[in-house]
């Protein structure tokens, strides 16, 4: 059993994670926490800080040890294969997360490690336990996600949180905005999918306008993924979302970024009581927990 793509999860399974995060929230919060008993490695081939640091603290909390594979100091600089290095860090832990550059190398992992595999995100493809904690969070601050109006804005060509994330609110009947720049809007198979299989229309607007959103969801210009780094530079100015749009809102808006954020989130509207993402960035530690008991119980 392996989590690597949102796409491989049921609602009664995503239901049951958050059932098992609320556990896990209450248990936190009593200071008292069911211990699990093994070994998680970390993997990440490519920058993180909360998928990476989120997955290390949740497996400390829940009792496991946490052993951490460092690319750049690792067998791979003498030539070693990734298969080679998986099935090697496999003898060593109970459970792995990763994360790749490469689209489909936690689905490769997941193929020769014996080892469940989390999949922290691989290339522009899917990022499933940020939208685990997306939904996680969307419905502990608003009560449901069904019917709430959810702006995505930015750059939903190459964020895989949006990838995964249009799958979860088809899933649980949000109504979705999306909003980017051109030539960065969500690729149409995605579109095309997710819509055919949660039976939902996905609507495309040309500017930020958040008078009917009850969440906006933000992601950054991946400028890493660009070629052309004067063009990154160029939208990322047009995709500022200042102040003054919140204002025009509605008074319960709450906005959510998977973080980080560089400049499409001037630091003003961090102290505005809409802005929740570091909250959301908070709720990995509950969310994740769950899904590394699931994976080790079976
Ligand atoms: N949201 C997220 O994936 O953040 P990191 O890149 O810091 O892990």
Known sequence: ????????????????????????????????????????????????????????????????????????????????????TIKTVDGYCDVMAMRHPAEGAARLAAEVAEAPVLNG??????????????????????????????????????????????????????????????????????????????????????SIDLKDADVLYVCRVQEERFIDKYEAAKVKKEFTISADYIRKGKKDLIIMHPLPKIDEIPPEVDAMPQAKYFEQARNGIPVRMACIKMLLEG
């Open 1 to 84: 059993m392996d989590l690597i793509s949102f796409r491989d999860l049921d609602k009664g399974t995503v239901e049951k994670i958050f059932g098992l995060a609320e556990d896990i929230d209450r248990q936190l919060e009593r200071k008292k926490v069911d211990k699990l008993e093994g070994i998680m490695a970390t993997l990440f081939f490519e920058p993180s800080t909360r998928t990476k640091l989120s997955f290390q603290s949740s497996a400390e909390r829940l009792g496991l040890q946490v052993v951490d594979f460092l690319a750049d100091r690792s067998s791979l600089k003498k030539g070693e294969s990734f298969t080679d």
């Open 121 to 206: 995100g691989d290339g522009a493809n899917q990022h499933p336990t940020q939208t685990l904690l997306d939904l996680y969070t969307i419905r502990k601050l608003k009560g449901k996600i069904a019917g709430l109006n959810i702006h995505l804005v930015g750059d939903l060509k190459h964020a895989r949180t949006m990838h995964s994330l249009v799958y979860g609110l088809g899933m649980f009947g949000a109504k979705v905005t999306m909003v980017a720049p051109k030539g960065l809007e969500l690729e149409e198979h995605m579109v095309h999918e997710a819509e055919k299989r949660f039976n939902f229309k996905m609507e495309s607007r040309d």
